[in-house]
T-cell receptor
């Protein structure tokens, strides 16, 4: 089954304790992205990657890191989480072709609470 | 900068009513894509439709239809004969294509419209 998986689905942590949210897709998509969803703000892009070893900042990258060492995986790293990073996080992937924007397929979401 | 506005924060209807969700966008690009996503109470995001800026034909898929009007920068979504299962948050999104044709796929989302369909 074609899918994007995220782990963990729920995470409660304390300020300053480093954490990683994993994301994996089995559709051989070049493009992967992380979003956060907050009430009244919709989804905002954190980071994206157009291929292995190619990553770039989205709209709200502060406090986050990513890496793309393999095509299928795109982990999100919070080196020192703070309460304002409490949010619902989505990973997404899509095909990438010149001049065409394809629909993104989203993972199930990770609900993170930082106390 | 691109922007998507969904002015209706919440809509409540009774089953079998038709309902239209509004989406207005802003972009300086001539080439762009518009999307609608559904987020049911279970939380996942479900892709509904993609439309590029050169295709202004309206689209119908079962009870769903979309009206794209470039002149008013709108991409509205209508559900005909709504059902309880249509209750969800609906997001409109915009993606610009970079000059030179390589899109980096950034989606700019609207704030979402919460649709509640009562039996």
């Amino acid at each position: 089954e074609a899918q994007v998986t995220q782990n963990p689905r729920y995470l409660i942590t304390v300020t300053g304790k480093k954490l990683t949210v994993t994301c994996s897709q089995n559709m051989n998509h070049e493009y992967m992205s992380w979003y956060r969803q907050d009430p009244g703000l919709g989804l905002r892009q954190i980071y994206y990657s157009m291929n292995v070893e190619v990553t770039d900042k989205g709209d709200v990258p502060e406090g986050y890191k990513v890496s793309r060492k393999e095509k299928r995986n795109f982990p999100l790293i919070l080196e020192s989480p703070s309460p304002n990073q409490t949010s619902l996080y989505f990973c997404a992937s899509s095909l990438l072709r010149t001049g065409i924007t394809y629909e993104q397929y989203f993972g199930p979401g990770t609900r993170l609470t930082v106390t | 900068a691109q922007k998507v506005t969904q002015a209706q924060t919440e809509i409540s209807v009774v089953e079998k009513e038709d309902v239209t969700l509004d989406c207005v966008y802003e972009t300086r690009d001539t080439t762009y894509y518009l999307f609608w996503y559904k987020q049911p109470p279970s939380g996942e995001l479900v892709f509904l439709i993609r439309r590029n800026s050169f295709d202004e034909q309206n689209e119908i898929s079962g009870r769903y239809s979309w009206n794209f009007q470039k002149s008013t920068s709108s991409f509205n979504f209508t559900i005909t004969a709504s059902q309880v299962v249509d209750s969800a948050v609906y997001f409109c999104a915009l993606s610009e294509a970079k000059a030179g044709g390589t899109s980096y796929g950034k989606l700019t989302f609207g704030q979402g419209t919460i649709l509640t369909v009562h039996p």
